[in-house]
């Protein structure tokens, strides 16, 4: 296919990511439209994960809404583009905006944030696998705006930030993104955990219960709401949480009530107030400083 035919390619496969989100889905929609998704994902032939997994080396078969293996071996992919074009759109990223996203990846959803920013904008793009990490510095190389380093997210940023998008499942988030989100910032991470029960394999690695969490720093405190259910990779590390913590974030879904959550605390809350309580992560239901 010729470079203007897959970019008509591309620009149908946007507009039917975005149709459905509303007024403002346009730079979303024109973010999507511009970053070529084949360029992320390393060299073809590519493994699509769809009713009949099979192999590609078609570009034009990127430009739906399938997950396209990354790294078979530790289960990752490439990630929805629609449940990514939802997000983003809640996200709100607006040019000039400094970006932390979390779990890069290959880069894919890193473009599309440098995009969002504009060239006045920062993205700080941090990937713990090391081999993911390099390929996105390379994918990326050309977007001055762009940073990427090789680490835990849960260390990042140093500086303040606008936005922080986080690509797999928490437990809890990280102090520093709490401490470094600037006021009317916005965070947006799955919280979720895999289930109990689960003895290994990717049952262990994914998310049985979780969904879309967005914080927004108020001056009165953290405002925080649930969105959508999802299912993600879960993290490791710091952001995984404890035995305790985990059990009652399970608990917590199980239960239900996560509609009524209103803000996000550091500190325990009173049972009857709260969705989830623990001594360093709380989810309330009543608004920040209420």
Known sequence: MSRAGL????????????????????????????????????????????????????????????????????????GSPALHAHMLHRLAVVPGDHVLHVGAGGGYYTAILAELAGPAGRVTAVEFDP????????????????RVVQGDGADFPPEEVQRIYVNFALARPAEAWLDRLAAGGRLLFPLGVPDPAAQGGEAARSTGRAAILEVTRTPAGFAA?????????????RTAGDPALRAAVW?????????????????????????LSSPGFSLGFDPPGG
């Open 7 to 78: 970019a008509a390619v591309r620009r149908r496969y946007a507009d039917v990511l975005t149709a459905r989100l509303g007024s403002g889905a346009a730079p979303v929609r024109d973010a999507f439209a511009r970053v070529p998704r084949e360029k992320f994902l390393g060299p073809p032939p590519w493994r699509l994960l769809s009713a009949f997994p099979h192999d590609t080396d078609d570009p034009a078969q990127l430009y739906a809404d399938l997950l396209v293996v990354l790294a078979a071996d530790k289960r990752i992919n490439n």
């Open 251 to 275: 608990e917590a879904f199980g239960r239900g009530g996560q509609e009524r959550v209103r803000s996000l605390h550091r500190r325990p809350l009173p049972p009857a107030r709260a969705w």
């Open 131 to 146: 081999a993911l990490a390099a390929a996105a510095a390379a994918h990326l190389r050309g977007r001055p705006q762009v």
């Open 225 to 237: 709401a649930f969105d959508v259910p999802v299912a993600f990779i879960f993290a490791e590390g």
